[in-house]
T-cell receptor
Framework: DAGITQSPRHKVTETGTPVTLRCHQT?????MYWYRQDPGHGLRLIHY???????DKGEVSDGYSVSRSKTEDFLLTLESATSSQTSVYFC????????????FGQGTRLTVV | DAKTTQPTSMDCAEGRAANLPCNHS???????VYWYRQIHSQGPQYIIH?????ETNEMASLIITEDRKSSTLILPHATLRDTAVYYC????????????WGAGTKLIIKP
């Protein structure tokens, strides 16, 4: 299995509080991604990074920010959590190239009450 | 990126071949077909990908029609552990790995 660790794996937080999720990789892959998955749906891209300090928005970026100060770490922050952000969050990594596969972490289940 | 259409769910008997169809009628010439699966809310797992030729690896075979408007993922001898949601995705080649995910096919392998 690719070396991807998400932390925490589960979190319950209150509306309005800040939350940071961490993705750590040991594969030295250049690209890192944050997705969210809601019941009965596929994954939706929140933000991605194509290098240290280089990030860009995905299709559902409102309410989220990211940071990548080291190759191995990609942080997702909910500045002020809302109930609509209750979801399972997945981190993924990949290397540049035309046809590479992406490797996914095991997910973080976040509940905003 | 082109959209894909998959059946919502399918059943297959254990030990038989599972054939999962996918329609991607608007696929363009530089878009690849990828298959991932997700077992019981774990992180998605890559299975296979192809451009126009049929592909086979240790997990599955991918059959792409000549016009590339549809494809079939084949699990040759399905086991109970193959019960999962299977996602068919098309994406352009290139360094940005943005994937547009549909709802996938829930495959249930029955004993």
């Amino acid at each position: 299995d690719a070396g991807i660790t998400q932390s925490p794996r589960h979190k319950v937080t209150e509306t309005g509080t800040p939350v940071t999720l961490r993705c750590h990789q040991t594969e030295n892959h250049r690209y890192m991604y944050w997705y969210r998955q809601d019941p009965g749906h596929g994954l939706r891209l929140i933000h991605y990074s194509y290098g240290v300090k280089d990030t860009d928005k995905g299709e559902v970026s409102d309410g989220y920010s990211v940071s990548r100060s080291k190759t191995e770490d990609f942080l997702l922050t909910l500045e002020s959590a809302t109930s609509s952000q209750t979801s399972v969050y997945f981190c993924a990594i990949s290397d540049p190239g035309a046809v590479t596969e992406a490797f996914f972490g095991q997910g973080t289940r976040l509940t905003v009450v | 990126d082109a959209k894909t259409t998959q059946p919502t769910s399918m059943d297959c008997a254990e030990g038989r071949a599972a054939n999962l169809p996918c329609n991607h009628s608007t696929i363009s010439g530089n878009e690849y077909v990828y298959w991932y699966r997700q077992i019981h809310s774990q992180g998605p797992q890559y299975i296979i990908h192809g451009l126009k030729n049929n592909e086979t690896n240790e997990m599955a075979s991918l059959i792409i029609t000549e016009d590339r408007k549809s494809s079939t993922l084949i699990l040759p001898h399905a086991t109970l552990r193959d019960t999962a949601v299977y996602y068919c995705i098309v994406r352009k080649g290139g360094s940005n790995y943005q994937l547009i995910w549909g709802a996938g096919t829930k495959l249930i392998i029955k004993p």
